[in-house]
């Protein structure tokens, strides 16, 4: 794994450095500024769709 995209959460000095020593680079996905309604944030079905991977085959 290269790159991974994290929640607003992993912002941040310490779990960016946690990744760089894993040699893993940390892409945060943020909310837009002004949203109105749904918005739909970049690369988040990814994770969802590897978080749902995981957890029907443990």
């Known amino acids: 794994m290269r790159i991974a995209f994290a929640a ?3 912002t ?7 990744a760089l020593d894993g ?3 940390l892409q945060v996905v943020r909310l837009p500024e002004a949203k109105n309604g749904f918005v739909l944030l970049p690369r988040r079905w990814v994770v969802e769709r ?3 991977w995981l957890n029907r085959f443990p």
Not at 12 to 18: H, K, L, R, T, V
């Open 23 to 25: 040699g893993i680079e």
């Open 8 to 10: 607003q959460g992993y």
């Open 50 to 52: 590897s978080f749902g």
């Open 12 to 18: 941040g000095e310490e779990p960016a450095q946690a």
